[in-house]
């Protein structure tokens, strides 16, 4: 048998050294502790911590470590980790050290370049991508402006798109995540049968974009959006948020409901109805600001990683899993939503592991 490399005995060093820096704080405890948020097994910590034959954590694991050990304090309710926004000031400090401490370790153990971007999940990467297609909504006849008309010498086809801002903040980043994929961008109406069968993106409300509302109800989202008369310039959304159906609507910056403050947003990803070895993912709004929001949560280059991190440490493993997020508005400019931040996320849901 081959000796473990120095940077896997390394991290398994200091994984043991931080449980037992803890009085009385046994394998089997914290195991117990991390299985408040995800099962784990006290002989899987204990194949962390072997200097021999040491197991690598997943990324995520390595997030609780340094939730759990960077704060002396017991979490309400008992033994597990703190969420970041439990922490306080100084121990937010800590978990970052210590969070980029242990991912260091886990690149330099795996071989992998020790940058966020790679030492966390990369949502947007697709497992053996061939196919990835964009749907939109095209605008109705009477919202398209001069641009959008084909008999203008000037016609441009984008100008037929609704929430184009949020395309193409996704259309770049998709194709640098995924170099040899076919990305192509479709309208409800012409999409093909064959393209709906692949790695697919929704962008935008059930209202004109019909295929939303079709495959949300295929894949049995708990998260649906409705027409309401209180609200001429979009639909709200409706989740079961502890045991009770709430709606949840956008905030506005006058009296007249003119200026957005605050809209809301909706990031889902779960396995294709229409082939379950494909994803399915919608960005939607109750508005374009909405849509833009959830598009850019993990495409902005300052925010992604800890949202990333978020769904790593609240949904793990899980095959399908969906947030409402407050999208705040400043400026007339959709500012992209922390799910680590207080009263970002509205709402969660996860379900099923892989």
């Not at 309400?76 to 050290?97: I, Q, S």
């Not at 995924?178 to 961008?185: D, E, L, S």
């Not at 993912?281 to 949202?307: E, F, M, P, Q, W």
């Amino acid at each position: 048998m081959h000796p473990a490399p120095p940077a896997a005995q390394q991290l398994a060093q200091r994984l043991k050294q931080l449980r037992q820096d803890r009085p009385r704080l046994t394998q089997e405890k914290l195991a117990a502790a991390f299985s408040a948020e995800e099962q784990l097994a006290a002989a899987t910590v204990s194949s962390w911590e072997s200097t021999r034959t040491p197991k690598l954590p997943p990324q995520h694991r390595l997030e609780a470590y340094a939730r759990f050990f960077a704060t002396p304090r017991v979490a309400e309710g008992g033994l597990r980790p703190f969420r970041v926004d439990e922490l306080t000031p100084d121990e937010k400090r800590e978990y970052e050290k210590l969070s980029a401490e242990l991912r260091r370790l886990r690149a330099s153990a795996s071989g992998e370049s020790s940058t966020e971007d790679s030492t966390f999940n990369r949502s947007w990467r697709f497992q053996d991508p061939d196919l990835v297609t964009f749907v939109c909504a095209r605008l109705p006849d009477d919202k398209i402006g001069a641009f959008g008309d084909p008999a203008n010498p000037n016609y441009t086809e984008l100008q037929t798109y609704a929430d184009v801002d949020a395309l193409m903040e996704l259309h770049g980043h998709i194709r640098a995540e995924n170099p040899n994929a076919t990305v192509r961008i479709r309208t409800t109406a012409d999409v093909e049968p064959d393209e709906l069968t692949g790695h697919l993106i929704l962008l935008g409300g059930v209202v004109w974009n019909t295929i939303t509302g079709r495959l949300s109800k295929m894949a049995q989202l708990p998260v649906r959006q409705v027409t309401d008369a209180g609200l001429e310039s979009g639909d709200i959304f409706i989740a079961d948020i502890d045991g009770k159906e709430q709606e949840l609507w956008p905030q506005w910056a006058d009296e007249d409901k003119r200026v957005l403050a605050e809209d809301v947003g909706l990031l889902a990803r779960v396995r294709n109805p229409l082939n379950a070895g494909c994803t399915l993912t919608i960005c939607n709004g109750i508005h374009s600001r909405g849509v833009y929001g959830a598009a850019r949560a993990l495409t902005d280059a300052k925010l992604r990683g800890g949202n990333e991190r978020f769904i790593a440490t609240n949904f793990g493993d899980a095959d399908s899993f969906a947030i409402l997020m407050s999208v705040k508005v400043i400026k007339n400019q959709a500012m992209t939503p922390d799910f680590n931040s207080p009263d970002v996320v509205l709402y969660k849901w996860a379900l099923g592991a892989g």
